[in-house]
């Protein structure tokens, strides 16, 4: 069944909750190609110990985080509407420009990732490369535009692409393996600390995009619902994913070498899972994880087309963006301009040299990260009695306390992360006040009440179109 | 509605500080290490001492002043030279690879402050600024409820 809520033009799709979980599972997960590199630089020990604990004060608290802020305020835009409500416009401008910023960036580099594996496979040139790539992200920005069902259906073919030569490899790597992967913990004469210098920040960039769902709110019924019960059963799996994967990654990098684990690495040359398919299952098996990582890969940029173009077309919406970009489809009901442009830049990206750029997508991802946090808390204290219809079973003070965790972690990650990603970073930030300055100088932003889409009244009660987004949902 | 002067006056001040604090690095650099940062090549030419370390702190300090001093009157106009001012720094800090992390200890300061100067710039035009949906205060405001558009 799908309705149309006139508010915004868009179309609510129902989302069953296998592919709202299939949603969160590839824009957390997605497989675990490139958990290679941490095994190396870090240690095997160390990586899992990760895989296990670091959830706990990073993902998981985002997770649980964004389920209450997304019940609450579930609009289209889904982080740069808390952001709005907790701290007004011009922080949500910051952390929709940032968020919207990295992710441009980010989806480009999944298209290109899976093309480095098929390139280093079949060795074709540029012109064939730029072909194939510009291909992918046409079928998958028509994809997006044509809609969510489409899109759902697309990434839950893509997952089980992914999964299913994972988890073959995943059993037969256990079994034919060797050693305790959770030994040496570190790497021989680092410290805790050196050890975490690139593991860290990988890992960190593992189990990010839990918040990234709550954008598609305003297109999906019940979102208030739905997304906290995907985020919920996303998060275990997404850590069991990591942890049995990995783990047999290990063991099977150890077949005739106890040292084996230093080689992990993605990139060539190193032992990355399908190398290691190769050693046990032999051609077929690498073959399959070869589809495997580009299916990964792709199934990435699929799911960030969808999520990466909504907050700048909510920001337009709001009359801090260019107007077209707030265009939706006629019968589509999708905001086809703001996928469009973001498919333009991706296919102009995918050829082009950007290790520069790559460096700044994650350090730009922390400050909306810090904002989300922030906002949530400020929710509590300043509105206490807004319905929330998921709550995050811990009274505010506890709150505070767990999300000082991941906000302490962000602030570090700024600067153990490698001077060129904190120089990178430190660039795009400074956009944020610069377009904010000339985006609200010619569009001149929208009062908290005439706000389009908006769920709940700036006193805390249900609007005309938050009522509609409830009686759909009964 | 506020008029956003307290705002504007603030991005002024840490617009003339964030400029002070980099020419301050420049002056403080060429005393302890006169050659430090070695010339800039935009465009395969060699800018020789306007373009290096010292030259860049200091060039563009006077540029963030220049911003901070606009920003009294024009706080976005201001801001937006100072934080300009600053990425440009900070591009030049990243094309100097070898020295990346002295040059940024020079413009760490200018940074946050140029950083700091936008946030008052942005609070200010808030506040100077007639939203949609807004009650017109004099007239001519566009406050019709917004249409849909579609395609």
Request: net charge negative; charged share 10%.
């Amino acid at each position: 069944m799908v309705e149309m809520l006139r508010n915004e033009g868009l179309k609510r799709v129902r989302m069953r909750l296998i592919t709202a979980v299939v949603f969160v599972f590839t824009l957390t997960c997605s497989g675990s190609f490139g958990m290679e590199d941490v095994v190396s630089s870090s240690g095997p020990g160390m990586t899992l110990l990760l895989i296990i604990f670091l959830p706990l004060v990073w993902s998981v608290p985002m997770a649980f985080v964004a389920s209450e802020l997304g019940s609450m305020v579930p609009e289209a835009g889904g982080l740069y509407r808390w952001i709005r409500r907790a701290l007004g416009e011009y922080w949500s401008f910051q952390g929709g420009w940032w968020w919207t910023l990295s992710l441009y960036v980010d989806s480009a580099v999944y298209v290109a990732l899976a093309l480095d594996y098929l390139e280093a496979r079949y060795g074709f040139g540029g012109g064939t490369r730029a072909i194939i790539g510009i291909s992918l992200v046409a079928i998958f920005t028509f994809i997006n535009i044509r809609g969510l069902e489409l899109t759902g259906w697309s990434i839950t073919i893509i997952q089980i692409g992914v999964m299913v030569p994972l988890l073959i490899f995943t059993v037969w790597g256990i079994v034919e393996g060797t050693g305790n992967p959770f030994s040496p913990i570190l790497p021989p004469g680092e410290s805790v600390l050196t050890s975490l210098n690139l593991g860290l920040a990988i890992m960190m960039w593992m189990y990010a995009g839990w918040e990234s769902l709550s954008t598609l709110s305003g297109e999906i019924e019940n979102p208030q619902k739905v997304i906290p019960k995907a985020l919920m059963i996303g998060t275990p799996l997404v850590i069991l994913t990591y942890l049995v994967t990995v783990f047999a990654a290990i063991r099977v990098a150890r077949i005739g070498d106890p040292d084996g684990w230093m080689n992990m690495w993605t990139g060539g040359g190193g032992i990355d899972f399908v190398e290691a398919a190769q050693m046990i299952g032999g051609g077929v098996l690498a073959y399959l994880l070869l589809i495997s990582a580009v299916l990964s890969n792709i199934g990435l940029y699929a799911g960030y087309l969808a999520t990466g173009s909504r907050p700048a077309f909510q920001m337009s919406r709001d009359r801090l963006f260019p107007k077209w970009y707030g265009l939706t489809h006629k019968s589509w009901g999708t905001p086809w301009t703001a996928i469009l442009v973001m498919g333009f830049i991706n296919a102009a990206l995918i050829n082009f040299n950007f290790d520069a750029l790559i460096t700044i997508d994650v350090f730009l991802l922390m400050f909306p990260y810090v904002l989300i946090y922030i906002s949530v808390i400020v929710m509590r204290v300043r509105e206490p009695e807004a319905p929330r219809p998921f709550r995050v079973p811990m009274p505010t003070w506890a709150l505070t306390v767990w999300v000082a965790f991941p906000i302490a972690i962000a602030i570090i990650a700024l600067f153990v992360n490698g001077i060129d990603w904190m120089i990178g970073g430190l660039i795009g930030i400074l956009t944020g006040p610069i377009a904010y300055l000339v985006f609200k100088s010619i569009y001149k932003g929208t009062t908290d009440e005439a706000l389009e889409g908006s769920t709940l009244t700036p006193e805390g009660t249900l609007t005309e179109f938050g009522a509609q987004v409830e009686g759909a949902t009964a | 509605m506020k008029d956003g002067k307290a705002m504007g006056m603030y991005a002024a001040i840490f617009g003339l500080l964030a400029g002070a604090s980099a020419i301050g690095g420049g002056l403080y650099a060429h005393s302890v290490q006169p050659t430090f940062g070695f010339p800039w090549r935009p465009f395969g030419i060699v800018w020789d001492q306007a373009f290096s370390g010292v030259g860049t702190l200091i060039g563009l300090g006077i540029l963030m002043v220049i911003g901070g001093l606009i920003c009294f009157k024009w706080p976005s106009v201001g801001a937006i030279i100072v934080c300009v001012a600053a990425i440009i720094g900070l591009v030049y800090t990243y094309d100097h690879e070898w020295r990346r992390l002295p040059l940024l200890y020079y413009w760490a300061a200018p940074w946050i402050l140029a950083w700091v100067t936008g946030i008052f710039a942005g609070y200010s035009l808030f506040q100077r600024t007639e939203p949609y949906g807004a009650e017109p205060e004099s007239g001519g405001t566009d406050s019709k409820p917004a249409a849909t558009e579609s395609a």
